[in-house]
């Protein structure tokens, strides 16, 4: 078993992270929670991936022949439409944000602190 | 009853959809009966299922998909009285946010409805599931329509920060609960809470467990607005109209502790159950949000912020109680939560129709302006006496229920500090209230910062409606304590709720549940501890809330100690408030790394 899927999951994750914490506009920062997020795709495929496994479907495949897990890829289509809403509302915020002070830097949009 | 589960999540979906797809066809009162009476038909399905789940585990398998020789196929809703009891307050304070909101958002687009009615479903869903995926789904579901609901005033900049804050910490969150799941699912095989469980309880659990329990619990521990993971909180309840406010803060926050319960019991209990290492970590984080989100409280002056520290504040307290890891301490998280939940919509309603009668939600620029209207005033003070705990009013039994599982865990300190943090918010709401209803204290208070800018003005409103769904609120919430047999109700459902081998054979093998002996129904009573630490807060609220009024009028001595010894960490604290998203997600990290850090050296070695 190879352990780059893994590798690859965690950078994602972590430079992703690094993003949204630095990021100094709003929709560059949406794009940086996309790549936190896809470290969880990364994750869940190759959490469910056989070695020359066919892909899940049945239909006409002789019984015990193997196969991906059918069920991570569910997971991960579902993870991507919830991405997909945020992002979205994300975006829709950063639009209004920009209407009313004519920036999308996080750290000018500030109207409620302390 | 197995047919009672999913209609608490059907019928609001539905009706949601129904609203928001003939928004422009059917007439505004129509719109409105709907909204109102699904939210009343789930509340009072959700009090039938509290009644029958008593005596037995209502398990509803989707689509027919069971169990087959003890592994599950499907995903199901598995519902405890604890988990009912939570959907029926949930569907109540949503239900009296609706009616308050039938006249108070006129002017807000129509779509706050359906808005509500889909995050009353999620969280019915959240309360009820027994699948570690389908909590993910509901937790989401509730977040967009929390961020939505948050940012619902687009013409100003103040929700937008709110919900940008809200949103962007929160699909962190929600992202760490993902990877968490990804890993669990690795360990194990399996999706469904009570097999990932008795997969776990065989064997050593290793640091793959450890891990997937740190991403899980932090992903929660965002939604329950934990500190070092509570930055967003403030921000979003400051800036949402009121009834949203109500919601959001009465009972979507407490849903993160919800989680954090059910996973604990059902999963993690079977690798970590041995030690107090897990729960340990849990009381300290919730003393520290005790303290410190009280702290807070004291030191603001817009009354919706005020009152999201004070949410914060029995967020602490609870979770405190949970990371006791007794029935006591579950027990007393569980009524707690129905009395806060109660009395902080109940205050944030107030709020609402100050703002209605002044156009203002500033402490300071209310200052004497609430004088005569004796019934907001009235439910003001009896809602913030019900949160300090004084002894049989509002949270007090809950509190009572915790101070008895800490003592009996060897730890009485705990109770000092956990009362400390509901004396200091507590003072903050009565200085308040002192303030605006009684025209007491001064009228600057350079202590409190800077004004905020106040919200649009509500004009159109039906005023005795809001009142009277007030006053419900908090007198509901403040009669907690007294329901003859409810303390001793919620310690059988702790108990069930508490019993990870029980509920897999129930959930796994269709065991029937034991229903309890006859519970009896009188006022539980508590310890004359409790009862002392109750009544200790109640003075030290008003005493605190006195010197917060007529800071001025102590001698010049005291103030001068008082200032030098003071003003630097409330500096420090009011600059890690900073508004700024970058920040808050920096403490995520940084907060997820430290704990996972405690819990690998105390677990793995």
């Known amino acids: 078993m190879s352990y780059l899927p893994y590798a690859v999951a965690a950078w994602l994750c972590l430079v992703g992270l690094a993003g949204v914490a630095t990021s100094r506009n709003l929709i560059h920062l949406a794009v940086c929670l996309t790549v936190t997020q896809s470290s969880s795709y990364v994750l869940l495929l190759s959490v469910g991936y056989v070695k020359h496994g066919k892909a899940p479907i049945f239909k006409g495949v002789p019984l015990g022949a193997t196969a991906v897990d059918p069920v991570v890829q569910a997971l991960t289509l579902t993870d991507v439409v919830v991405s997909v809403v945020v992002v979205a509302l994300i975006l829709a915020l950063a639009l209004d944000a920009h209407r009313l002070s004519g920036t999308v830097d996080p750290d000018e949009i500030v109207d409620v602190s302390g | ?605």
């Open chain 2, 1 to 605: 009853m197995t047919w009672i589960p999913p209609l608490l999540v059907a019928i609001p979906l539905v009706a949601a959809a129904v609203v928001a797809g003939l928004d422009h066809i059917t007439p505004e009162p129509v719109q409105d009966a709907l909204v109102v009476i699904a939210s009343m038909a789930t509340t009072a399905l959700a009090f039938a299922l509290l009644w029958h789940a008593e005596s037995h585990e209502v398990v509803h398998w989707f689509g027919g998909w069971g169990t087959r020789h003890g592994v599950a196929l499907g995903v199901d809703f598995a519902v405890g009285p604890l988990a009912a009891g939570m959907c029926a307050v949930i569907g109540l304070v949503v239900t009296l946010a609706l009616l308050y909101s039938l006249t108070f958002l006129r002017e807000a687009a129509r779509l706050f409805d359906a808005l509500m009615l889909v995050a009353l479903a999620a969280m019915c869903g959240f309360a009820m599931s027994g699948d570690l995926f389908n909590l993910f789904v509901w937790l989401e579901l509730m977040g967009v329509a929390a961020y939505a609901l948050t940012g619902f005033e687009v013409e100003r900049l103040g929700p937008v920060q709110g919900a940008v804050n809200f949103a962007i910490t929160n699909s962190v969150g929600g992202y760490l609960f993902a990877v968490g799941i990804a890993l669990l699912y690795a360990r194990t095989g399996a999706l469904n809470l009570a097999q990932i469980g008795n997969t776990l309880s065989h064997g050593p659990a290793g640091g793959l467990a450890i891990v997937a329990m740190t991403v899980l619990f932090c992903g929660l521990l965002i939604k329950g607005a934990v500190v070092p993971f509570h930055l967003w909180a403030a921000d979003a309840y400051a800036v949402a109209p009121a009834p949203v406010c109500a919601v959001l803060g009465g009972v979507m926050t407490d849903i993160g502790l919800i989680g954090v319960a059910r996973l604990y019991w059902t999963v993690f209990d079977a690798p970590f159950g041995h030690g107090h290492a897990v729960g340990d970590v849990f009381l300290w984080l919730g003393i520290v949000t005790a303290v410190l989100a009280g702290t807070m409280a004291f030191l603001q002056r817009h009354l919706k912020r005020m009152l999201a520290y004070s949410v914060l504040c029995h967020i602490g307290i609870m979770l405190a109680g949970i990371g006791l890891l007794d029935s006591s301490g579950l027990a007393g998280a569980e009524l707690m939560f129905l009395a806060h939940a109660l009395l902080t919509a109940g205050l944030f309603f107030v709020a609402g129709i100050l703002h209605v009668d002044h156009g203002l939600i500033d402490e300071l620029n209310l200052h004497g302006r609430g004088r005569g209207s004796w019934m907001p005033a009235a439910a003001w003070f009896a809602g913030t006496i019900g949160l300090v705990g004084t002894p049989y009013v509002g949270i007090y039994l809950g509190h009572g229920l915790i101070d008895e599982g800490a003592t009996e865990l060897g730890r009485p300190w705990v109770l000092a500090l956990l009362w400390l943090g509901s004396t200091l918010a507590g003072a903050a709401l009565l200085r308040a209230g002192a303030r605006i209803f009684l025209g007491w204290g001064e009228a600057e208070d350079p202590l409190l910062g800077g004004a905020l800018e106040e919200d649009p003005h509500e004009r159109h409103v039906l005023r005795p409606l809001l009142l009277a769904v007030a006053v419900t609120a908090v007198v509901l919430g403040a009669a907690i304590s007294v329901v003859p047999g409810l303390g001793q109700r919620a310690e059988y459902a702790a108990d069930r709720f508490r019993d990870r081998a029980g509920y897999a054979a129930r959930v796994l093998r269709g065991r029937p549940a034991t229903p309890p002996q006859r519970l009896p129904v009188t006022i539980r009573h508590t310890s004359l501890e409790s009862i002392l630490y109750g009544a200790v807060a109640t003075g030290l609220a008003l005493g605190l809330a006195g010197v917060g009024l007529y800071r001025r009028r102590l001698p010049p001595g005291v103030t001068a100690v008082a200032q030098r010894a003071l003003a630097p960490p409330i500096q420090v604290l009011r600059e890690l408030h900073s508004g700024v998203v970058g920040d808050y997600v920096t403490w995520v990290a940084v907060g997820t790394a430290v704990l996972g850090g405690v819990w690998a050296l105390l677990l793995h070695g």
